[in-house]
Protein backbone atom coordinates (compact mmCIF):
# COMPACT_ATOMS: atom_id res chain seq x y z
CA UNK A 1 0.00 0.00 0.00
CA UNK A 2 1.53 3.38 -0.94
CA UNK A 3 1.00 6.59 0.27
CA UNK A 4 -2.00 7.55 -1.78
CA UNK A 5 -3.35 4.60 -0.53
CA UNK A 6 -3.40 5.39 2.77
CA UNK A 7 -3.84 8.95 2.48
CA UNK A 8 -7.80 8.20 0.85
CA UNK A 9 -7.96 5.91 3.72
CA UNK A 10 -8.57 8.89 6.11
CA UNK A 11 -10.26 11.66 4.03
CA UNK A 12 -13.27 12.96 5.33
CA UNK A 13 -16.75 12.64 3.27
CA UNK A 14 -16.26 15.91 1.91
CA UNK A 15 -12.50 15.52 1.03
CA UNK A 16 -14.05 11.96 -0.77
CA UNK A 17 -16.26 13.96 -2.71
CA UNK A 18 -14.12 16.64 -4.14
CA UNK A 19 -11.89 14.16 -4.92
CA UNK A 20 -14.24 12.20 -6.78
CA UNK A 21 -14.85 14.94 -8.63
CA UNK A 22 -11.34 15.89 -9.32
CA UNK A 23 -10.26 12.42 -10.79
CA UNK A 24 -14.27 12.02 -12.81
CA UNK A 25 -13.12 15.45 -14.81
CA UNK A 26 -11.42 15.27 -17.98
CA UNK A 27 -9.64 18.38 -17.11
CA UNK A 28 -8.49 20.80 -14.18
CA UNK A 29 -11.25 22.29 -12.25
CA UNK A 30 -11.97 25.44 -9.84
CA UNK A 31 -13.11 25.51 -6.76
CA UNK A 32 -16.70 27.16 -7.80
CA UNK A 33 -17.37 24.56 -10.42
CA UNK A 34 -16.45 21.75 -7.89
CA UNK A 35 -18.83 23.26 -5.95
CA UNK A 36 -21.27 23.25 -8.44
CA UNK A 37 -21.19 19.80 -9.56
CA UNK A 38 -21.63 19.02 -5.58
CA UNK A 39 -24.24 20.91 -4.34
CA UNK A 40 -26.76 17.85 -4.60
CA UNK A 41 -24.73 16.29 -1.88
CA UNK A 42 -24.43 19.02 0.34
CA UNK A 43 -22.27 21.03 -0.38
CA UNK A 44 -23.59 24.46 -0.12
CA UNK A 45 -20.24 27.01 0.32
CA UNK A 46 -17.11 27.62 -1.31
CA UNK A 47 -15.27 27.23 2.36
CA UNK A 48 -16.15 23.79 2.00
CA UNK A 49 -14.19 22.94 -0.70
CA UNK A 50 -11.80 25.35 -0.29
CA UNK A 51 -10.81 23.49 2.94
CA UNK A 52 -11.39 19.66 1.35
CA UNK A 53 -9.06 21.31 -1.20
CA UNK A 54 -6.12 22.36 1.07
CA UNK A 55 -5.94 19.23 2.49
CA UNK A 56 -6.09 16.87 -0.35
CA UNK A 57 -3.18 19.61 -1.56
CA UNK A 58 -1.28 18.68 2.02
CA UNK A 59 -1.83 15.04 1.17
CA UNK A 60 -0.13 15.45 -2.39
CA UNK A 61 -3.31 14.04 -3.83
CA UNK A 62 -4.26 17.13 -5.88
CA UNK A 63 -2.32 19.75 -7.30
CA UNK A 64 -3.00 23.38 -7.80
CA UNK A 65 -2.29 25.08 -11.05
CA UNK A 66 -1.24 28.35 -10.24
CA UNK A 67 -1.77 29.99 -13.80
CA UNK A 68 -5.39 28.63 -14.24
CA UNK A 69 -6.37 29.09 -10.74
CA UNK A 70 -7.41 25.22 -10.34
CA UNK A 71 -7.12 22.23 -9.10
CA UNK A 72 -6.51 18.51 -10.74
CA UNK A 73 -5.95 15.18 -9.18
CA UNK A 74 -2.43 13.56 -9.01
CA UNK A 75 -1.71 11.47 -11.87
CA UNK A 76 2.01 10.25 -10.68
CA UNK A 77 1.92 8.90 -7.39
CA UNK A 78 4.82 9.30 -5.49
CA UNK A 79 4.87 13.10 -6.58
CA UNK A 80 4.86 14.53 -3.30
CA UNK A 81 8.55 13.54 -2.31
CA UNK A 82 9.89 15.33 -5.80
CA UNK A 83 11.52 18.97 -5.67
CA UNK A 84 9.85 19.66 -8.86
CA UNK A 85 7.07 18.98 -10.69
CA UNK A 86 5.73 19.94 -14.03
CA UNK A 87 2.78 20.26 -15.59
CA UNK A 88 2.13 20.53 -19.52
CA UNK A 89 -1.21 21.98 -20.37
CA UNK A 90 -2.80 22.41 -23.63
CA UNK A 91 -4.54 25.67 -24.26
CA UNK A 92 -6.96 24.10 -26.64
CA UNK A 93 -8.58 21.24 -25.03
CA UNK A 94 -7.43 21.55 -21.49
CA UNK A 95 -5.61 18.29 -20.91
CA UNK A 96 -3.28 18.61 -18.44
CA UNK A 97 -0.26 16.24 -18.26
CA UNK A 98 2.03 15.69 -15.02
CA UNK A 99 5.39 15.15 -15.27
CA UNK A 100 8.65 14.43 -12.67
CA UNK A 101 12.11 15.02 -14.42
CA UNK A 102 15.30 13.91 -12.79
CA UNK A 103 17.18 15.59 -15.09
CA UNK A 104 15.22 18.88 -15.01
CA UNK A 105 15.38 18.91 -10.85
CA UNK A 106 18.95 18.50 -11.51
CA UNK A 107 19.36 21.79 -13.89
CA UNK A 108 17.43 23.64 -11.49
CA UNK A 109 19.44 22.87 -8.97
CA UNK A 110 22.50 23.75 -10.25
CA UNK A 111 21.03 27.35 -11.73
CA UNK A 112 19.82 27.95 -7.85
CA UNK A 113 23.31 26.62 -6.45
CA UNK A 114 25.08 29.00 -8.99
CA UNK A 115 22.82 32.11 -7.90
CA UNK A 116 23.11 31.36 -4.10
CA UNK A 117 19.48 30.09 -3.74
CA UNK A 118 18.30 27.88 -2.07
CA UNK A 119 15.67 25.80 -3.66
CA UNK A 120 13.34 24.25 -1.67
CA UNK A 121 10.18 22.98 -4.34
CA UNK A 122 9.50 24.13 -7.90
CA UNK A 123 6.06 23.60 -9.96
CA UNK A 124 6.45 24.88 -13.63
CA UNK A 125 3.38 25.12 -15.83
CA UNK A 126 4.25 24.29 -19.64
CA UNK A 127 1.45 25.88 -21.83
CA UNK A 128 0.89 24.66 -25.12
CA UNK A 129 -1.19 22.38 -27.29
CA UNK A 130 -1.02 18.74 -27.23
CA UNK A 131 -0.89 15.91 -29.86
CA UNK A 132 -4.21 15.33 -30.23
CA UNK A 133 -5.23 18.94 -30.68
CA UNK A 134 -1.90 19.42 -33.08
CA UNK A 135 -3.30 16.05 -35.31
CA UNK A 136 -7.24 17.78 -35.31
CA UNK A 137 -6.13 21.45 -36.54
Known sequence: MNGHDRAFDDLTKNQSLVMGAL?????????????????????????QVYRALDKLVELGLVHRLESLNAFVACRHPGCDGLETIAFMICERCGQVAEIGDDSLTRQ??????????????????????????????
Open 23 to 47: TRSDGPLSAYTILDRLRDQGFRAPL
Open 108 to 137: LDGLSKDARFLLRKTTIELRGVCIECQENA
